[in-house]
């Protein structure tokens, strides 16, 4: 895809990837309503295969290549959802998928692209040798460089979720999102401005990683620099295919404090009963920090991922 | 309900709690039906309201009381699910709950009685004291005791657990139940024969609680003296009421180990990205040990709750 998705595009992404995603549920919480005093509807991407949104744009990107192209596999650097994620989408076509993966990741992320037969590359864990080795493996390989959110199929592929939400739970006022490279944000902002015009997106970001909101303010990608946060999944510089369409389409951006995040988190685990990355919980600490005008409204939050070492909760 | 309840009280049941429980999602795993090798459908009443099925009967028994009934409040002794569920119930329709704890009960679930505006009165922590207090507040406030599961409408409202499961998925060869009390199971297996008599129903128990295994062989009603089990909703004796229904409608019972139920919450855990207290995974921790004939089978398991203190998880 080399232009920003329109409407048919993300209808068109739902339907192709809709066999081999889940169909994630929304979940409600009475508890959670009094506290914030909104409704709150919360669409559990944290529930989807391989633990995280990214299954979504991943699948529709391996599902959209031509026959010639998916025989050479697919390759990515991440060390985080969009690797695993890759390489089950690349498992299902059959493909392979190669990944580079610095060598500090998390045992349980290098165990979970294997467990989907991905072929690992290590590197040094800085962005120049991630770059520098992919681009090895792919003159290597001949393989198909898919970027975690600076592609438009990805995009289209992400939005996708909101779509979902958007289906199951009418009159929404507000959507908030986080915010990290800005593939699910972009993808959100441009469903939502497609199938629910009066419904508003907000993206919600660490304050310790917050150059989304530096780069909304001031017009132009301001890269992430050392970022200190516990959501690990938003530690990326924005993309500069999703930034334009979150300038356009997301109303605001909002910063949360690190005990919030994981306040949020705990509040989830143990009301709503489910697995959240620190992530996945920005979105609402965002409403219990009262970073949001919520009161009496309908609010969607996607909830993001569930990719946690349990081992090490933070609470 | 002076009897064993029919398809239609059932049905009758599950129309009048619709608007105060929540209709809880069936989840899947690609991973864990390569792992069993069957297909398996996870009922997820610990997202039901007050975080377990408890909350289906309770709020059945209090809608149906008559308001000169209603008026004085509602009455049980219980240190876990039921009294939360009951606490809530009673709130909903604004009277009083009173509730007898033992004095060792966790400050969690005290707490969450309290939330609900329940009235604990404290008690020694033995059945014969729970009971005995028990009646004394009855006898001072002639409010309506709600035995947690041998009383025919509990078992009524239990049993549209299952009712929804059999609706949202068709053609299940089995449906895996825990057993403490036998609320649930009673109630499922009623449900399952009522609507879809080919299924079959098994119960699942700690080896450690074997008391309704015992009772099952041997055809009478032993009592579960000293058990000992990290499944804390499992503790309790066959209620005489739930008995005559298991033995007419559930296929078998088998056990577990301690440590296919640890092994089973953290599968839960880490693959479903949900949170279940012990006691649920005892029939995933069934299918583990191998001790249901599973292969190629549809089955449905009822994950009965997710009531846990997060800072004592055993794995």
Excluded: W
Excluded at 8 to 36: C, G, M, W
Excluded at 215 to 237: H, Q, R, Y
Excluded at 251 to 257: E, G, Q
Aim: hydrophobic share 40%; proline share 5%.
């Amino acid at each position: 895809m080399i232009k920003i998705p329109g409407k048919s595009d993300i209808l068109r992404a739902s339907e192709i990837i809709q066999p081999y995603i889940h169909r994630t549920p929304v979940l409600t919480s009475e508890t959670f309503n009094k506290l914030i005093g909104a409704e709150l509807f919360f669409k559990c991407e944290n529930f989807q295969k391989a633990g995280a949104f990214k299954s979504r744009g991943a699948v529709y990107v391996v599902m959209s290549l031509s026959d010639a192209e998916a025989k050479k596999g697919v390759a990515t650097h991440s060390s985080g959802n969009h690797a695993q994620a890759l390489a089950r989408a690349a498992s299902i076509r059959n493909i392979p998928a190669f990944i580079v993966m610095p060598s500090n990741s998390p045992q349980v992320k290098i165990d979970a692209v294997k467990q989907y037969s991905g072929h690992i590359t290590f590197c040094k864990p800085t962005l120049k040798d991630r770059e520098e080795t992919l681009q090895k493996v792919i003159d290597n390989t001949k393989a198909f460089e898919v970027h975690p959110y600076d592609n438009f199929s990805i995009i289209a592929g992400q939005a996708t979720a909101a779509k979902e939400l958007l289906e199951d739970v009418n009159n929404l006022d507000l959507i908030l999102c986080p915010v990290g490279g800005g593939g699910l944000l972009s993808g959100t902002a441009l469903t939502t401005h497609y199938l629910s015009e009066k419904t508003e997106v907000i993206a919600c970001e660490p304050s310790g990683a917050d150059d989304a909101l530096r780069s909304f303010k001031t017009g132009k990608i301001i890269p992430s620099v050392n970022p200190e946060t516990i959501a690990d999944g938003l530690l990326t510089s924005l993309g500069k295919r999703n930034f334009p369409i979150i300038q356009q389409y997301v109303k605001d951006i909002v910063t949360v404090s690190e005990s919030s995040i994981v306040a949020a988190m705990r509040l989830l685990f143990e009301r709503m009963k489910i697995v959240v990355e620190p992530s996945a919980a920005v979105p609402f600490a965002a409403l219990l920090e009262n970073k949001v005008a919520a009161k009496t409204k309908r609010i969607g939050i996607i909830l993001s991922g569930g990719n946690i070492d349990l081992k090490q909760l933070p609470f």
